[in-house]
């Protein structure tokens, strides 16, 4: 059984970075696409940021384009979303998620993967 696993998350003053793992362990997650979305209290989950199996598409939120990347290392079987600029309203719990299936594509709705990490709080203050 698949287990994904975030880490990296914590505090950070507006204007600055941290760096997002998911880490997998059970089974490799190369050749599947992985996501990143987030949930504050009330709210939906919300798409961030989406990367096809092979590395080589990525697609963003308008809301973190240009100051979210996300990437793979399938040699580590980790994904990474690395977050610069940040700002009050990215506070949020930061989940990743795989999707089995095929497909050469990245996918941006919660209901397309199919396994899912516990989450990780990020809090940025004003």
């Known amino acids: 059984q698949v287990q994904l696993v975030e880490s990296g998350g914590g505090l950070v003053q507006a204007g600055g970075s941290l760096s997002l793992a998911c880490a997998a362990s059970?089974?490799?997650?190369?050749?599947?696409?992985m996501g990143w979305f987030r949930q504050t209290p009330g709210k939906a989950r919300e798409f961030v940021a989406a990367i096809t199996w092979s590395g080589e598409g990525t697609l963003y939120a308008d809301s973190v384009k240009g100051r979210f990347t996300v990437s793979r290392d399938d040699a580590k079987n980790t994904v990474s979303l690395q977050m610069s600029s940040l700002k009050p309203e990215d506070t949020a719990v930061y989940y990743c998620a795989v999707r089995w299936g095929s497909g050469g594509y990245y996918y941006a709705g919660d209901y397309e993967y199919d396994d899912w990490g516990q989450g990780m709080q990020v809090t940025v203050s004003a």
């Open positions: 059970g089974h490799p997650l190369g050749h599947y696409a």
